[in-house]
T-cell receptor, first 109, second 113 residues
Framework: RKEVEQDPGPFNVPEGATVAFNCTYS??????FFWYRQDCRKEPKLLMS???SGNEDGRFTAQLNRASQYISLLIRDSKLSDSATYLC??????????FGKGTSLLVTP | DAGVIQSPRHEVTEMGQEVTLRCKPI?????LFWYRQTMMRGLELLIY????????DSGMPEDRFSAKMPNASFSTLKIQPSEPRDSAVYFC???????????FGSGTRLTVV
């Protein structure tokens, strides 16, 4: 079983819709949490960090629930350019990133 | 800043051949990571270095894989001999203090036939 689990999707949503992705992690000692975005045939890029208090960056909101070992990403007012794969990432005691396999999002006109 | 530079971008080789992937991290970054991405397994950590010293190589699949970092500005990942199941995209990433702003290179797409 992979340490970080995500629904692979794909999520097909119309422009302007709100979409939410979820992620669970198995190591209760995980320390840092992130969402990365990966476009087709490109490298992963940091979208945002995730904090226990929840954090927002424009149309994007990330939440962390340590008790349930659950991370979420909410995208409001979806744009065509949001189409990508969203990777849930955690770090443990070391500095290496542990990636989920990603959730695919397709925003349609 | 040129970012993390990987070469080659694409590599097609025959089974049994040696393959060497190269990475130049961002200047000043003290951590360097090698990842492999496949459809089946997603992104997997192979090995990472801190100040040119290998810290964790538990993700290296087997003895056919080796990685070196002779200096702060260069690292190699070598596969010898290569096998078709090694076909994947290999990413190098670097970071400062291992915490913030991991930056990935564009990757090397390896095909072993």
């Amino acid at each position: 079983r992979k340490e970080v689990e995500q629904d692979p999707g794909p999520f097909n949503v119309p422009e302007g819709a709100t979409v939410a992705f979820n992620c669970t992690y198995s190591n209760s000692a995980s320390q840092s949490f992130f969402w990365y975005r990966q476009d087709c045939r490109k490298e992963p890029k940091l979208l945002m960090s995730v904090y226990s208090s929840g954090n927002e960056d424009g149309r994007f909101t990330a939440q962390l629930n340590r008790a349930s070992q659950y991370i979420s990403l909410l995208i409001r007012d979806s744009k065509l350019s949001d189409s990508a794969t969203y990777l849930c990432v955690v770090t443990n005691s070391g500095y290496a990133l542990n990636f989920g396999k990603g959730t695919s999002l397709l925003v349609t006109p | 800043d040129a970012g993390v530079i990987q070469s080659p971008r694409h590599e097609v080789t025959e089974m049994g051949q040696e393959v060497t992937l190269r990475c130049k991290p961002i200047s000043g970054h003290d951590y360097l990571f090698w990842y492999r991405q496949t459809m089946m397994r997603g992104l997997e950590l192979l090995i990472y270095f801190n100040n040119n010293v290998p810290i964790d190589d538990s993700g290296m699949p087997e003895d056919r894989f080796s990685a070196k970092m002779p200096n702060a500005s260069f690292s190699t990942l070598k596969i010898q001999p290569s096998e078709p199941r090694d076909s994947a995209v290999y990413f190098c990433a670097s970071s400062l203090q291992g915490r913030y702003g991991y930056t990935f290179g564009s990757g090397t797409r390896l095909t072993v036939v």
